[in-house]
């Protein structure tokens, strides 16, 4: 007996027998055999039947490949993730807005070290982390196309750019009137545009204002951020802004086919609580919550395209923006009550219904753009916010509601018109019906399965489940605390993300994953065969261009230059040494190193580094990177390459001389 009450083998084998015939063939004398022993090692562990079946779900074996990449925030670490599907094994951490030593990002190369500056306006010095929250892939007729990858800093208002042809950042952009932006990036159904909007109102126009004046003078933003279709790049002198009441704006979404050229960002704190609580006013968590409703921003991006072409915007900070009074009055913007402090907004797959969740609501509430469409002809509104921007009447363009449990946050959807929303005090994911023409009659808008999670979920992700053709297949939970679902290893425990499989009636945790670095917040699940990343850059290859670069040198043609205090060096690296290996200069002499890793073969990435000059790249095979540096410490200082890369690893280095 065991501790399940009855005899293990039995048990197992009960348990496993799908398992088992699907994992080992069990049809043929081998595959009986090793069936066999998976009830011995289940025996030996002490695994319940459920257990092994939930390893088999999520088993990738080894050599073989995910079908899906997630690809997540990694929150205030400031780099994004990339997770294997089923595997939930980490694949890949992109430096983003923070310096990543293990990928050199910040550590002298030209490239990495240019983007970053870049990335910090006002000449304030470099901004060194970043707090990333809202991960959004490219997408071709409302399909992600695996080309790029846009993500914000929700602590300083900027959006960074992946190429996800070698998954490295090749542009971060501080977007101009934003100070803070958490409502997320999300991109229009053909990538032409990305969409942030600001999180806490600025002060309009820059400077100071004192808080008194928070409803005069301070002010928040939809940027809709022009893409380059052939480079993925942002171009800010064809984007636009809308200006916004001072009013918090939070999550965002992109309509698509029935909701095309329309965009959603919900909102909390309309009262425009202002905090002070060791000053006589209430906490802004408690100014914030006090009015039933707060407002569904309601953007036509369409028709702003139209009225930027038209002239009729400011420039601001070197961005075209819409005042506030024109968005009104060309019909841009409309407010929709929605249940107070929501925390979601997330547009279903054919687009017509958008689900908006309250933090303080049990009910999900679920809009039609058909609906807001005519009541939008008919101005069938309640009257105006004090900015006046005109609002819908709630029972016009609501759909349906959903009650779903405590303390909804986000919802996403799978092929066959369920929706998934995570349930932050519940703990626990709940799993019901959309309408027309998903589902009919009873059978629509109503709350079907419930699972549990490990715990106070945030956001949840299903595979494809931003598209207009969702796969359901996964749901993954990205929990905000993990309690006791791991050893103690210090009181700062990680995250857990659980895979929960979608395949049977019923939810079902198959897998549990720590996240140690930071707190990621949002993700997006990708077919892994949509994303053609390269292998090996073409020789000589610039990564800010993904062309050749004018600096790339072949084995051979290696020298070094000197030119006043300028010395030039075009070096290579190949297994197992760098050419040159010896380079003199001179204390005060500006180096430059342009240095071609050779090699052409894949995963023959060799590193660079100087000790005590905080120089430290990794370079691909066939990339070309330049570092410049001022030799301003004398001595005699050893080079090497910081990966494990050969047989003669530790031989792979050479000398920085730097003369008194």
Not at 44 to 58: K, W
Not at 288 to 301: E, K, P, T, V
Not at 330 to 342: H, M
């Amino acid at each position: 007996m065991n501790r399940f009450g009855f005899t293990i083998t039995a048990v197992v084998l009960a348990g496993l027998l799908a398992a088992g015939a699907y994992l080992f063939g069990a049809r043929s004398a081998g595959g009986v055999a090793g069936f066999a022993e998976v009830a011995r090692i289940a025996q030996v562990r002490q695994l319940a039947p459920a257990d092994v079946a939930a390893a088999v779900r999520s088993f990738v074996p080894p050599g073989k490949h995910d079908e899906y990449y997630m690809i997540s925030s990694g929150g205030h670490g400031g780099q994004v993730l990339v997770v294997g599907l089923p595997s939930m094994r980490i694949l890949k951490v992109i430096a983003a807005f923070a310096n990543e030593p293990w990928q050199g990002f910040g550590y002298g190369a030209d490239w990495s070290e240019t983007i970053l500056d870049q990335g910090t306006a006002g000449g304030n010095g470099r901004l060194t982390w970043g707090d990333t929250h809202h991960p959004a892939l490219s997408e071709t007729n409302g399909e992600y196309d695996g080309r790029w990858l846009y993500i914000n800093d929700r602590a300083h208002g900027r959006i960074a750019m992946i190429d996800l042809r070698d998954f490295r950042v090749k542009q971060i952009v501080d977007i101009p009137n934003m100070q803070t932006s958490h409502g997320g990036v999300f991109a229009t159904p053909n990538t032409d545009y990305v969409h942030v909007s600001s999180k806490v109102p600025t002060v309009w126009g820059g400077g100071y204002a004192p808080l008194d004046q928070y409803k005069d003078r301070y002010r928040g933003v939809s940027a809709w951020l022009a893409v380059d279709r052939e480079t993925g790049r942002i171009d800010l002198a064809r984007s636009f802004q809308i200006e916004l009441p001072p009013y918090n704006q939070d999550l965002a979404d992109a309509g698509k086919l029935a909701s095309d050229g329309w965009g959603f960002i919900n909102s909390y704190n309309t009262e425009m609580a202002i905090g002070g609580n060791m000053e006589g006013r209430p906490p802004l968590e408690a100014g914030a919550s006090a009015r039933d409703f707060d407002y569904l921003h309601i953007i036509n991006w369409k028709k702003a395209e139209e009225v930027v072409r038209a002239g009729k915007f400011e420039t601001r900070n070197g961005v075209r923006v819409i005042p506030l009074g024109t968005a009104i009055a060309e019909g841009l913007l409309y407010f929709a009550p929605e249940p107070r402090s929501p925390h979601g907004v997330d547009v279903a797959p054919n687009g017509r219904y958008i689900v908006v969740s309250g933090k303080l609501d049990p009910h999900t509430t679920v809009y039609d753009i058909e609906l807001i469409k005519k009541a939008i002809a008919e101005k069938n509104f309640e009257g105006t916010d004090p900015f006046g921007v005109p609002i819908l009447k709630f029972d016009a363009v609501v759909a349906g509601r959903v009650n779903v449990g405590n303390g909804p946050l986000h919802t996403q959807f799978d092929e066959r018109g369920h929706a998934y929303t995570s349930l932050f005090v519940d703990s626990a994911v709940a799993k019901w019906t959309l309408g027309e023409p998903y589902f009919r009659g009873e059978a629509a808008w109503k709350l079907v399965d419930k699972v549990s999670v490990h715990y106070n979920i945030g956001h949840l992700a299903t595979a494809e489940g931003d598209t207009v053709s969702p796969d359901g297949r996964y749901l993954v939970a990205l929990n905000k605390w993990s309690v006791d679902r791991y050893p103690v290893i210090g009181p700062l425990h990680p995250q857990n993300f659980q895979l929960i499989d979608l395949a049977g009636p019923k939810m079902q945790v198959v897998y549990d994953m720590p996240i140690p670095n930071a707190e990621p917040h949002y993700a997006q699940i990708i077919k892994a065969d949509k994303i053609k990343a390269w292998a090996v850059y073409p020789a000589g290859t610039d990564l800010r261009t993904m062309g050749r670069s004018p600096y790339a040198i072949e084995r051979g043609k290696e020298r070094i230059e000197r030119r006043g205090n300028v010395v030039t060096v075009w070096m290579t690296s190949a297994r197992s040494n760098f050419r040159p290996d010896t380079i003199r200069v001179r204390r005060g002499d500006t180096v430059i190193l342009h240095i071609t890793n050779t090699e052409k073969i894949r995963d023959a990435t060799h590193g660079f580094a100087i000790p005590q000059y905080n120089i430290q790249m990794s370079i691909d095979p066939g990339e070309t990177v330049t570092v410049r540096f001022v030799a301003d410490r004398p001595g005699a200082f050893s080079f090497y390459c910081t990966e494990f890369c050969s047989a003669l690893h530790l031989e792979m280095q050479g000398w920085l001389l730097v003369e008194p």
